[in-house]
Each structure stands twice: as structure tokens, then as C-alpha cells.
């Protein structure tokens, strides 16, 4: 569930009653990606509304530690993400306490953009840096069936496809042909 405030990036979206809706269609696991400004304000309404993941901007949180540890308190696995120019060197300290990684391979706020390429590498470096440690390793944007081998290689673990599956003009064979290429 992609949220945005229209100050942390550019584009408005959804809220906590989306979040619930979604929450009651689906048994699978809902991660709400926070991308606002002041996400601690709003922790506990996402959570309440049913997310089992919230996954927050570490170039949001003024304190990223009191932030994951607010959101574990809820009993939701925290996330943390990554934007493209974001130094890994920002979560090495917060990675042991977080469910999740999501590296963005666009800028957020709008689909449609093309896939920045040297985020290959930041996803490559953080699957090396998780070693054995039961993190989620995942990434957002700009993959299509172009990109999702090269993806695919760095050994991440979650691949999320929005217009590169939903700009095609049969989805279903896009889908068979992106899953054609999961490793």
C-alpha cells in the first residue's frame, strides 16, 4: 500500500481507510510504504487499520531507531527504505532492527519512470551486509521485463512491478513473463 502526503513526494495517495479495506480482502501479509513527511504521527492509524509492515523513508525519520522501535511496539514488522541517492551507510546502524529493507530504484512519488541503474549495486551491497539475518530484502521501481534479471541477480528477495506489468497490454502474459524470469 504506497502512501504519499504530497510533501515528502510530489503525488497524493491513500490513507489509513484504504489500508483496511485492503487488510479485510486479503489474508497475505499488507506492507504500507510510507512515503510522508512526519510518518511517527501516523504509525498507530496504519497500524490499527490492519498493516502487518510499515516501512518508513529513512530520509523522514528524525530518529530512525525511536521510529522502528515505536512501530515494533505495535506489533508490526518495521521496514525501512532507501531512496536512490540515499548513502547505505544511513541504516548500517538500524539494519539488525528492521524486518525489512526496500531499496527505491526511481525517485518516488509517480510510476512510469525508468530504472535507475547503479541502485543494482546498493542491493547487491545491502544482500551482502544482511548475510544470514531474516531481513526482507526488496525493491521498488522502474523494473519491467527489461530490468527484472539484471534485478533478479542481486539476489534480493522481492521485486515489486507496478507499470511494468500494468502498462502492458495483455497483464496476464506480462505477469507469466516476468514470473518466467524469478530465479
Request: hydrophobic content about 40%.
Amino acid at each position: 500500500v504506497d502512501v504519499m502526503d504530497g510533501s515528502f513526494v510530489p503525488n497524493i495517495t491513500i490513507g489509513p481507510a484504504v489500508t483496511e479495506a485492503v487488510r479485510s480482502a486479503t489474508d497475505l501479509p499488507v506492507d504500507v510504504h510510507l512515503m510522508i513527511n512526519n510518518p511517527d504521527q501516523h504509525l498507530e492509524a496504519f497500524a490499527d487499520a490492519g498493516a502487518d509492515y510499515l516501512t518508513v523513508h529513512q530520509e523522514a525519520c528524525v530518529h530512525l531507531h525511536k521510529t522502528i522501535d515505536a512501530i515494533r511496539d505495535m506489533n508490526v514488522r518495521p521496514g525501512i527504505t532507501l531512496n536512490p541517492a540515499t548513502s547505505i551507510g544511513t541504516i548500517e546502524d538500524i539494519i539488525d532492527y528492521v524486518d525489512l529493507v526496500l531499496v527505491m530504484s526511481v525517485n518516488p512519488g509517480f510510476g512510469g519512470q525508468s530504472f535507475i541503474e547503479n541502485t543494482l549495486n546498493k542491493m547487491i551491497e545491502i544482500v551482502g551486509i544482511r548475510g544470514s539475518k531474516d531481513i526482507v530484502i526488496g525493491v521498488d521501481g522502474g523494473v519491467n521485463i527489461n530490468t527484472i534479471d539484471k534485478v533478479y541477480e542481486t539476489g534480493i528477495d522481492v521485486t515489486i512491478v507496478g507499470s511494468g506489468l500494468y502498462n502492458a497490454k495483455d497483464i496476464k502474459n506480462r505477469y507469466n513473463q516476468l514470473m518466467a524470469n524469478e530465479q
